[in-house]
């Protein structure tokens, strides 16, 4: 087991410069050439595309547009998960809504390199709203090798187990705050990865802090100790390897290797 340390690097880093607030990032390939980009969410409900035009060890990002490829505005304060959903080799796109909770498929009917996107279903394959402030994310929890979903939401996390497969999803309610999971101030915006390097998925949560005191919002790291296939969270510290408590009312942190290293 090996924690990582963490740098501020400083803010609007590589030409990422969205617009909006309650800004949330998530990172996908979009054009095929072997690069992250980013698609980003936000309080108007736009979702805005930064192609990565340097590589990935240096990136250097462009905005393409906001709502690009068919993708649209279906809310307010939105939250992108991306993943192939349907096993066909592309990314697909599925978001959240912060009034009504709901989830919007849109699925991409291009390719991995020309991306087409049509908003094909709210609340697809059995998954359901979730209530005030969805904000989705898929990740494996048990292993099996199939795309499952955890869902944050003002009051908590929500998971959803995928007992289909990877080409046919079909996700059945786990429930609320499973495997550990707990529930912070507002706002839980989850990512997963091996966070320290034990060969299970560990999860960073950001949170929202309108009106608590100090002013501000945090990152909860809740580590996994049980395995990659039966996971069982448990709150292991606040803010912890390096990270910094936010400034602003809400935080929402992502995870990627910036620099290929």
């Known amino acids: ?3 990582p340390t963490f740098t501020l690097m400083g803010t609007a880093l590589f030409g990422l410069s969205p617009s909006g607030s309650a800004t949330v990032l998530r990172y996908g390939d979009f054009d095929g050439d072997g690069d992250l980009d980013v698609l980003v969410g936000n309080n108007n409900g736009d979702l805005q595309l930064f192609r ?4 990935p060890t240096s990136p250097s990002f462009t905005l393409v547009g906001t709502n690009p490829f068919g993708l649209a505005d279906v809310g307010n304060f939105i939250v992108p998960a991306l993943a192939d959903i349907d096993g066909d080799g592309d990314l697909d796109v599925l978001v959240g809504e912060r009034d009504t909770g709901n989830l919007f498929l849109f699925r991409n009917a291009g390719t991995s390199a020309a991306p087409s996107f049509t908003l094909e279903a709210t609340n697809p394959f059995g998954l359901s709203g979730v209530g005030y402030k969805a904000a989705p994310v898929f990740v494996d929890l048990d292993g099996d090798g199939d795309l499952d979903l955890v869902v944050g939401k003002s009051s908590g996390l929500v998971a959803f187990e995928n007992i289909g497969t990877t080409t046919q999803p079909s996700f059945t309610l786990v429930g609320t705050n499973p495997y550990g999971l ?3 101030q507002d706002y839980s915006t989850p990512v997963f990865a091996d ?4 060969g299970d998925l560990d999860m960073l949560v950001g949170e929202t802090n309108n009106s608590g005191a100090p002013y501000g919002s945090d990152i909860y790291f ?4 049980g395995t990659a ?4 969270f448990t709150l ?3 803010n912890p390897f390096g990270l910094t408590r936010g400034t602003a009312s809400m935080i929402a942190p992502s995870l990627l290797d910036i620099d290929a290293r």
Do not use: L
Request: aromatic share 4%; glycine share 12%; proline share 4%.
């Open 1 to 3: 087991m090996t924690d």
């Open 52 to 55: 990565n035009v340097g590589t």
């Open 182 to 184: 707990g529930n912070v």
């Open 195 to 198: 966070i320290d390097n034990d």
């Open 222 to 225: 809740y580590r996994n100790v």
């Open 229 to 232: 296939t039966q996971p069982s």
């Open 236 to 238: 292991a510290g606040t």
